[in-house]
């Protein structure tokens, strides 16, 4: 078995199962969006051990430190499917990685909408989905994952400690990441393409169940302003549903609790 003497990985059984893996890249969406455009199939995926220019949400960057986390990028190339369409596949993608988080590590893993997985409210994973259209069909998705799995509180700057956090500070125990990224991959690949055919309908159960935001006062960073109420639901669509004050009930497919 060959591995990667500094990370672990398997590189043997990563190459048999077609991923593109580098010991450190500045970004694996960057990386995967560039496979994309010269003719990557759907299932593609780029992964690394460390990212130099790593990214999450609204250009904030996502520290990548090597042999700790899971850093990669998948890509998705649904047929006839709108652009507006893909506003909910970060929601599906939370599901399918929190529930093999919960069934692997057996942490209590929430989904904060629309994008974040937290662990005891603190940080511990964050999902990117990019986007190439072409008029208003969607040509192909990035999809951007980021965990925090083997970090110890070194690992994170000062500024995220206390807000950050990964399976191993919470729960004491490392997890392998090989067989975990293989696993994930295929589930994503499953729950993905069910959503192409279905919407979100057969996910809004399960999302529920693990979310961190229903049935809270939030504030919703919204263009232009701030929207702020309890989050009473979320809609077949993936939208989140937040009673104002007044009782009146925005529904918000786009935003950020903040």
């Not at 890249?25 to 994309?36: H, I, M």
């Not at 893993?109 to 964050?126: E, H, R």
């Not at 729960?171 to 729950?191: I, K, V």
């Not at 993905?192 to 961190?212: D, H, V």
Request: hydrophobic share 40%; net charge positive.
């Amino acid at each position: 078995m060959l591995l990667d003497s500094t990370t672990g990985y398997n590189l043997e059984l990563l190459e048999k199962r077609g991923v593109h893996y580098y010991p450190s890249l500045g970004s694996t969406n960057v990386e995967l969006r560039r496979l994309a455009e010269e003719g990557a199939p759907e299932g593609a995926v780029v992964l690394a051990d460390s990212q130099s220019a790593g990214r999450g949400r609204r250009g904030r960057t996502w520290h990548s430190p090597p042999g700790k986390g899971l850093y990669f990028s998948l890509l998705l190339r649904p047929q006839q499917i709108g652009t507006a369409a893909a506003a909910a596949l970060t929601l599906v993608a939370a599901v399918s990685t929190a529930r093999l988080l919960r069934e692997s590590s057996g942490a209590a893993v929430t989904i904060k909408w629309p994008n974040d997985l937290l662990v005891n409210t603190k940080k511990l994973g964050g999902i990117l989905t990019e986007a190439k259209s072409e008029g208003t069909m969607l040509r192909y998705l990035l999809l951007g994952i980021g965990l925090n799995l083997n970090h110890e509180i070194d690992d994170f700057p000062v500024e995220l400690r206390g807000r950050a956090t990964s399976l191993a500070l919470e729960y004491g125990h490392t997890l392998e990441r090989t067989p975990f990224f293989l696993s994930l991959r295929e589930n994503l690949l499953e729950d993905c393409r069910l959503f192409f055919k279905k919407g979100f309908a057969p996910f809004r159960q399960p999302w529920k169940e693990m979310s961190s935001s229903l049935g809270r006062i939030i504030a919703v960073a919204l263009p232009g302003r701030t929207l702020r109420g309890k989050a009473v639901d979320i809609d077949t669509a993936g939208a989140l549903l937040i009673e104002d004050e007044r009782g009146e009930c925005h529904r918000i497919l786009c935003g950020e609790i903040i």
